[in-house]
């Protein structure tokens, strides 16, 4: 078993033990390393593969149609609440393209920041979404719900992910699945 230090982590503990203790003393540095390296051995952290891209030009694109998207269902919502007709509901399953932790999670944080669906569950394994969706008694509704995922997934890999993963967001979805892998 390899128990290498992490020095970030271990500075990063001891200054958490130093503003735990209030008061920056020679005792609170010495005892907050040991304590940071007992912690490091005994409960070692796995490693993470983190193979994240900062593409600012995605990052804008994305931050951007999050923007407008937030806008246009905050008027869809609103107005479907002073409508007051209540629509059927269900909960729709979304295969997303892309099988990484980091792009699922990614797509994930940006379908619950808009408005008027909610994520009811993220199942990593499958790469799945599940929605919970106003209206789903009309197919195009349904259809469009997908689409929408399927954009803003597109648009948080072409942000953050790699070649591969860009690649596999370009192919489009068919019937209403996403490719398999």
Known sequence: MNKRL?????????????????GVTWGNLISGVVVAVILCLVF??????????????????????LVYDMVASSVEVTRLALR????????????????????????????????????????AGTATLYLHLSG????????????????LEALAVRAFGTREE?????????DGKAPQP
């Open 166 to 174: 860009i690649e596999r967001v370009q192919a489009a979805p068919v």
């Open 136 to 151: 789903a008694d009309d197919p195009a509704v349904v259809a469009r719900a997908r689409r929408d995922v399927w954009q």
């Open 6 to 22: 992490d020095l970030p982590l271990i500075a990063w503990l001891t200054i958490i033990w130093m503003l735990l203790w209030s």
């Open 44 to 65: 070692p952290l796995p490693p993470v593969a983190m193979e994240l891209r900062l593409r600012p030009l995605g990052i804008l694109r994305l931050a951007g149609y």
């Open 84 to 123: 007051g007709k209540r629509r059927p509901a269900a909960v729709v399953r979304v295969p997303l393209r892309c099988r990484t932790d980091l792009m699922i999670a990614a797509t994930a944080v940006a379908v619950s920041s808009v408005p008027g669906g909610a994520l009811v569950e993220v199942n």
